[in-house]
Nanobody, 124 residues
Framework: VQLEEFGGGSVQARGSLKLSCVASPFRLSTCAMAWFRQASGKERELVST???????SYADPVKGRFTISRDTVEGTLYLQMNNLQTEDTAVYFC???????????????????WGQGTQVTVSS
């Protein structure tokens, strides 16, 4: 299982970025995918999840600004980030659940596969 993120960069506040995560060889068929982020000196935090049935969830700080989506044909996970704020500056990671069948409620400990991360820097 390999995950690779693309699309990070530097943007001014209130700008937008779209992150991509290419998954191989499983093409997002796991029970859930997620985006996490880790700011310098802080712990990694969950940003958003999408389950195998398409249900999405968002952390409170990004609700209404970020949108998670996926293309199961292309095997790509996305995170559209709008109205970016300086506090969104972090390394963003995509992650995949270790479960493939009998999918139930999502738990943070489900995510066993990780990309290498992509830096997002938002300046004021």
């Amino acid at each position: 299982v390999q995950l690779e993120e693309f699309g990070g960069g530097s943007v001014q506040a209130r700008g937008s970025l779209k992150l991509s995560c290419v998954a191989s060889p499983f093409r997002l068929s796991t029970c859930a995918m997620a985006w996490f982020r880790q700011a310098s000196g802080k712990e990694r935090e969950l940003v958003s999840t999408i389950s195998s049935d398409g249900t999405t969830s968002y952390a409170d700080p990004v609700k209404g600004r970020f949108t998670i989506s996926r293309d199961t044909v292309e095997g790509t996970l996305y995170l559209q980030m709008n109205n970016l704020q300086t506090e969104d500056t972090a390394v963003y990671f995509c992650a995949a659940s270790k479960y493939w069948t009998y999918c139930g409620p999502i738990h943070l400990t489900d995510f066993a596969y990780w990309g290498q991360g992509t830096q997002v820097t938002v300046s004021s």
